[in-house]
């Protein structure tokens, strides 16, 4: 079992709230948004969603 990790750029503003609370470093910065580059590290703990203040991400099992 993983994890879909999806940021909506629309919605993200940047905070880096999510790369900093993500214990598996699944995000980094790219051209000023949140990016999942390593979502096949995703936990699924889901501290990021609690963080994330603009409903920008969503987790979904697969």
Do not use: F, Q, R, W
């Not at 079992?1 to 905070?15: F, H, T």
């Not at 999510?18 to 470093?25: N, Q, S, W």
């Amino acid at each position: 079992m993983g994890y879909e990790v999806v940021v909506d750029k629309e919605k993200c503003e940047g905070c880096e709230e999510c790369i900093e609370v993500c214990p598996v470093d699944v995000y980094e910065m790219v051209d000023g948004k949140s990016d999942p580059v390593n979502a096949e590290e995703c936990l699924g703990c889901e501290s990021c969603i609690e963080v994330c203040e603009h409903e920008a991400i969503t987790i979904t099992e697969v």
